[in-house]
């Protein structure tokens, strides 16, 4: 009996093995039949508005136009689906009007923001391929400035978690986009982000402050026709 059991373990073990083995080559397997990982530089237009509110009454603001560029990493996980993440430096801002109309506070936040998405593309790699994405991003709040106009001056946007801060140095927003990647390597992307979390550590006026992004980037990349496994087999091929 105490044989058997072993004898049967031995079995459970040699199975598990062998099962463990089969999925690792399908796995590889398919992996070697994707596009291969990618990393990129883009650059484009950052439209950026603030809604901002103290105790209870909304402050009218407009939007605010600048640059925002990133370094993108994408990764296949099958042959339509992706994993895409990377750093954004945007220029973020708004602009205030004061009372009288005249005056106008002008209000510059450069930020980092860290995504982490999704993305589906169409079509087969090397060809003209549409997409369209989603996931979160996390930003970080890094320095900017406030000015007001008509001879009121100006100081640096203070960042921080106190009562007395404009900005907080962290939030949390959700993003969606869209674009085409053409077969010559070009691609143009359309974003759109907004924030979640209330940027506004002023507790005493009930501050709440938030943005929203409408975004437009270009990017030049190399637009890969060869599979991870081709890409395997001609690094590892003889040379005559």
């Not at 369209?132 to 000015?147: C, E, H, Q, T, Y």
């Amino acid at each position: 009996m105490h044989f058997l059991k072993k004898v049967g373990l031995a079995g459970m073990l040699t199975a598990a093995v062998a099962t463990i083995g089969r999925a690792q080559q399908i796995v590889m397997g398919q992996y070697r039949n994707l596009e291969p990982p990618k990393a990129y530089f883009e650059l484009g237009y950052n439209d950026c508005t603030f809604a901002m509110a103290y105790n209870g009454t909304s402050k009218k603001t407009v939007d605010y136009k600048a640059m925002r560029a990133g370094l993108i990493f994408e990764f296949a996980l099958n042959k339509n689906i992706y994993l895409q993440f990377g750093a954004v430096y945007a220029f973020n801002g708004t602009d205030t009007p004061l009372t009288p109309q005249t005056k106008t506070m002008l209000v510059r936040d450069n930020a980092i923001e860290v995504p982490l998405n999704l993305m589906m593309k169409s079509g087969r790699m090397g060809q003209t391929r549409f997409f369209v994405g989603a996931g979160a991003f996390l930003d970080f709040n890094l320095r900017g400035s406030l000015l007001r106009t008509s001879g009121y001056g100006g100081s640096d946007l203070m960042i921080g978690s106190t009562d007395s801060s404009d900005l907080k140095n962290f939030g949390v927003g959700m993003d969606a986009f869209a674009g085409v990647r053409m077969s010559n390597g070009w691609q143009l992307k359309g974003t759109f982000e907004q924030e979640l979390l209330n940027l506004s550590p002023n507790l005493s006026q009930k501050g709440v402050v938030r943005y929203t992004v409408l975004a437009v980037t270009i990017t030049k990349l190399r637009n890969p026709k060869k599979t991870n496994r081709s890409y395997r087999n001609e690094l590892f091929r003889p040379k005559i």
